[in-house]
């Protein structure tokens, strides 16, 4: 018996709308990088880009636990001595609420150009409306 190797034209890449409203922005993150990285299609490769198309709407409504909203901190630095600049996610959620989304699924992905390009699938927007209906999305019900 031979072993299934998918290739590239094999992929069905479908649309998913996941509505941000009210959800826990990890276990969100999760569903998402999930879709993403085709782990739950039966034809997943490990080493290859298999996942589906995602789109985030809603995304200033997320939800997080505890104190999260005001010491959780995201850090940038521009290479420069004293050049780091901090955020807290609260401050984030105002000013772009997508990087929030955006940030958190990045950082399940592999950590390589397979990741980098599965990041590009990710289609995020603050409000509930989006130009991807050509497209036929299916909308999930969480």
Not at 27 to 40: H, N
Not at 61 to 75: E, F, R, T
């Amino acid at each position: 018996m031979k072993t299934y190797s998918p290739k590239p034209q094999d992929a069905q890449r479908n649309w998913h709308v996941i509505d941000a409203e009210d959800k826990i922005l990890g276990r969100m993150a999760t569903e998402i990088a999930v879709k993403l990285r085709g782990k739950d299609k039966p034809e997943f490769a490990p080493h290859m880009d298999m996942g589906d198309f995602v789109v985030v709407v809603n995304a200033e409504k997320i939800k997080v636990s505890g104190n999260k909203l005001s010491q959780k901190k995201y850090h940038r630095y521009s290479g420069y001595p004293g050049g780091i600049k901090e955020i807290s996610l609260e401050k984030l959620l105002v000013k772009k609420p997508e990087d929030v989304i955006r940030q958190s699924v990045r950082g399940m992905l592999p950590k390589n150009k397979l990741g980098r390009d599965l990041l590009k699938k990710l289609k995020v927007y603050a409000g509930p409306n989006h130009p991807h209906q050509a497209q036929k999305p299916v909308t999930q019900d969480n």
